[in-house]
């Protein structure tokens, strides 16, 4: 059996599992329909007035298939919408639904209580000193040989 330690990659994965399955759990039980964890990134990465899908796959780092997949399951909730692109006749753009936005208010103040919970678990200073770490300017990914 392996007692290695997780790495730092293998922790922050874990610790967005929790952070998911926290959010997931508290807007079921709030009465929100549920949304999969490729919905709440596409939701994340909307700018104000809309998104295409392609930028959307590059943001959070999948196909456009699954973004689409994604989308379109968010429309079917009322969550999103698209629209025409006003830059391009052939592109469209997705969007929040003022119930989408009603929902991302929630989501968010959400968030903050789940933050709040792991302040009192761990240490406000704890929880201030990982915001702190993970906003800092990491620059390009190093390529080790």
């Known amino acids: 059996m392996d007692t290695t330690p997780p790495n730092v990659p293998q922790l922050l994965a874990s610790a967005k599992r929790w952070f998911d399955d ?6 079921q039980l709030s009465g ?3 949304v999969t964890v490729a919905q709440a990134a596409v939701f994340a ?12 796959a ?3 780092g999948t196909t456009r298939q699954s973004v689409h997949q994604a989308v379109h399951g968010l429309i079917a909730m009322g969550l999103l919408e698209q629209v025409a ?11 929040v639904t003022d ?16 933050e709040g919970e792991l302040a009192g678990r761990i240490g406000e200073d704890a929880v201030t ?5 993970l906003d800092q300017p990491w620059g390009d990914p190093p390529v080790i040989r």
Do not use: C, F, Y
């Open 22 to 27: 926290a959010l997931h759990n508290s807007m």
């Open 32 to 34: 929100e329909q549920p």
């Open 45 to 56: 990465s909307l700018d104000d007035s809309g998104t295409s899908a392609a930028e959307l």
């Open 58 to 60: 590059r943001r959070i």
């Open 85 to 95: 692109d006003p830059a391009s006749a052939r592109s469209r753009l997705v969007r």
């Open 99 to 114: 119930e989408g936005e009603r929902v991302h208010r929630k989501a968010l103040r959400t968030i903050a209580a789940i």
């Open 129 to 133: 000193a990982l915001r702190t770490a």
